[in-house]
């Protein structure tokens, strides 16, 4: 192996053993997922789709790919399924083109209020093709009620749903009727919560939307890269013509082989219990922090937000450095009608996907949320604080490279 990237990597299984990752949006994929990454499947090019190649020479990755469709319209139960997403951003990408092939209206979350920036981002190239609108939260909280309101006002051609920082359940089946109300299409990036909604700890969306689109690593626990779902036999042409050739050229096989294998171990009752896990141990930390006086907001998933501001008078950027400084790994996020910037914020957000993986329980959740409280409130030293970490992360399963 090329020595200078062989000694990064080893830092890199070194930072990620020793450290708590409380990132909402990472996590660990097996061993046999990232087997399948790094396969000589990564040789092979195949521009088209299985059995409408381009190349010759497809017949196994024709297997592998069909295999991954299968396997992700039985996690997931819908009709059709695209698997050649090169990431989150270009299924969003490519289910507009899908649904809104001359561009239009879209209703979408508030940006600050934890949309994503393919969500309408002035900085993101949704912002370019396509005129968003937006509809804020309300006490923290989808206000249904509001959005139909905006949507009768706004009379979007298409309402936007699924989030990157929301900590709450959502009602899809809700958001359905006000499209149907409206007369207008429903689309869902359920990326970050995918993971919970195969295992059936919340509320798919898949029969209510036009189109889903999701990432497969964060909840779901595979390999960087994304999907496109829909039950609808046209929709599903015009996905298959958006992602290719109008946006992407040869597909990653060896991606969409690791995406297959993260299929079959989400389809197991091991992923189950270990999602279950991770909306418990997340309620655990949330609710310990709650405990201690800690501005914070609840949870009924993966993740939650944390005031650093009100709590410990640190901004989000400031406490996420301090906290590395200890090994644990969080990201500044911006909070609800927050009034700093997206590269200060006046908080953080807190997810338990990736160290769940690991063993994490609900004791060390607990204990965890501790440490991060005592260690912004100054009431423990840098090295005592590193003490607590080497010991939460001691008995922990550890992440080996291939």
């Not at 501005?295 to 998933?301: C, F, I, L, M, T």
Request: charged residues 25%; hydrophobic residues 35%; contains cysteine.
């Amino acid at each position: 192996m090329d020595k200078d990237i062989e000694r990064l990597i080893r830092k890199e299984t070194k930072r990620q053993n020793e450290g708590i990752e409380l990132i909402a949006s990472e996590n660990y994929a097996s061993k046999d997922v990232r087997k399948a990454c790094s396969s000589i499947l990564t040789n092979k090019y195949a521009e088209g789709y299985p059995h409408k190649r381009y190349y010759g020479g497809c017949e196994f990755v024709d297997q592998v790919e069909e295999l991954a469709q299968e396997r992700c319209k039985e996690l997931f139960g819908a009709k059709f399924a695209n698997v050649q997403p090169h990431s989150g951003s270009q299924a969003n990408a490519e289910a507009y083109r899908a649904l809104l092939p001359n561009g239009g209206k879209i209703l979408s979350l508030v940006l600050n209020d934890g949309g994503h920036l393919t969500h309408g981002s002035p900085v993101s190239f949704s912002s370019f093709m396509y005129n968003f609108v937006f509809y804020p939260l309300k006490d923290g909280h989808l206000d249904y009620k509001g959005i139909l309101e905006m949507a009768k006002k706004e009379k979007p051609d298409l309402i936007l749903a699924g989030y990157s920082a929301y900590p709450y359940a959502i009602d899809f089946k809700k958001l359905r009727e006000i499209c149907d109300e409206v007369g207008c299409l429903f689309m869902v990036d359920m990326a970050h919560i995918a993971g919970l909604i195969a295992a059936k700890e919340h509320m798919s969306p898949v029969p209510y939307a036009d189109v889903v689109t999701s990432t497969t690593h964060k909840t779901l626990r595979g390999p960087r890269g994304g999907i496109i779902l829909t039950n609808d036999e046209e929709l599903a042409k015009r996905i298959n013509s958006a992602v290719f050739p109008f946006y992407q050229g040869g597909p990653l096989e060896h991606i969409i082989a690791a995406k297959a294998t993260c299929f079959r171990e989400a389809l197991s009752p091991e992923f189950k219990k270990y999602i279950k896990g991770v909306v418990e141990n997340t309620k655990a930390c949330q609710e310990e922090f709650a405990r201690l006086g800690d501005e914070v907001s609840g949870s009924d998933n993966h993740l939650f937000l944390l005031n650093t501001l009100k709590s410990f008078g640190l901004t989000g950027l400031d406490a996420q450095k301090k906290l590395e400084g200890i090994n644990v790994t969080t990201n500044k996020n911006m909070l609800p009608n927050d009034t700093l910037k997206p590269n200060k914020t006046s908080g953080l957000r807190i997810g338990f996907a990736a160290i769940t993986t690991r063993g994490c329980n609900k004791t060390e959740a607990r204990k965890i949320a501790k440490l991060i409280h005592d260690y912004l409130s100054d009431k423990i030293s840098q090295k005592d604080a590193k003490i607590i970490v080497k010991d939460l992360t001691k008995n922990w399963k550890l992440i080996q490279q291939i």
